[in-house]
C-alpha cells in the first residue's frame, strides 16, 4: 500500500485520513495534492464523502490508482446504505467497503449542498420526526439533521485497520 487518498467536503473524510495514516504510517493526500505526489497504478486506500450515495471522488482515484479499500463518510451510521453505496459506485465485490460515520451540521454547508440538505432536513427529518418506533439508528439520524452532529470517532477505523493489519 503506498497512500491514502481522500475528498472532503466539511472536513470529516480529512480527520479520518489523518488518523488512519497516523495508525499505518501512510502518508495521506486530498486527491488533488494526490495527482503530484502519488504516481498513477499506486495501491492506495480511498476515502469519499457520501453525496446522495456517491462517494465523492472514487471515480476519479479508480481511474488513476489501485484502489484496495474504499472508506465511504456520510451522517447515516454503518450498515445503513452498504448496497447501495457499492451499486451506485460500481465498487467490485474484491475491494472491501467500510462506512464511516462523519459530521453533519447544514449550517456549514454552502451553496447548492446547503440547499439540498436544508431540503432533505425538511422533508426526510420532517417524515421521520414524525415516526413512531425509531430504531435507534433512525433516532441517530433524526438528531443529526435537527440539531448537526460531530461523530468523528478514531474506534470507527478499528474495521479498516484491522483489515490493513490482517491483509
Ligand atoms: C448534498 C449532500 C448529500 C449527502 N448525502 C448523503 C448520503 O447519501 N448518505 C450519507 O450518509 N450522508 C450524506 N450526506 C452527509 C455527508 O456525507 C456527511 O456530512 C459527511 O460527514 C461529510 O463528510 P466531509 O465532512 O468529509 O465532507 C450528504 C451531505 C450533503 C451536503
Redesign the pocket.
Known amino acids: 500500500m503506498e497512500a491514502i487518498v481522500y475528498a472532503?467536503?466539511?472536513?470529516?473524510?480529512?480527520q479520518y485520513a489523518e488518523m488512519l495514516a497516523k495508525e499505518t504510517g501512510l502518508a495521506a493526500y486530498s486527491l488533488d495534492e494526490a495527482r503530484g505526489k502519488v504516481p498513477a497504478d499506486s495501491e492506495v486506500i480511498y476515502l469519499g464523502?457520501?453525496?446522495?450515495?456517491t462517494v465523492k471522488g472514487y471515480a476519479a482515484a479508480a481511474k488513476r490508482y489501485i484502489v484496495r479499500a474504499v472508506c465511504a463518510?456520510?451522517?447515516?451510521q454503518p450498515g445503513?446504505?452498504g448496497k447501495i453505496l457499492r451499486e451506485r459506485n460500481k465498487l467490485p465485490e474484491s475491494v472491501p467497503l467500510f462506512q464511516l460515520?462523519?459530521?453533519?451540521d447544514v449550517k456549514k454547508?454552502h451553496g447548492?449542498?446547503?440547499l439540498?440538505?436544508e431540503v432533505?432536513v425538511k422533508t426526510a427529518g420532517k417524515a421521520l420526526a414524525s415516526k413512531s418506533g425509531r430504531t435507534a439508528e433512525e433516532d441517530d439520524m433524526l438528531d443529526m439533521m435537527t440539531n448537526g452532529g460531530e461523530?468523528v470517532r478514531v474506534e470507527n477505523l478499528h474495521a479498516v485497520l484491522a483489515w490493513y493489519r490482517g491483509r
Request: aromatic residues 10%; glycine residues 14%.
Open positions: 472532503t467536503n466539511t472536513g470529516s473524510a480529512a464523502w457520501v453525496m446522495a450515495g463518510v456520510g451522517m447515516a445503513a446504505q460515520q462523519g459530521n453533519f454547508l447548492m449542498y446547503r439540498m440538505m432533505m461523530r
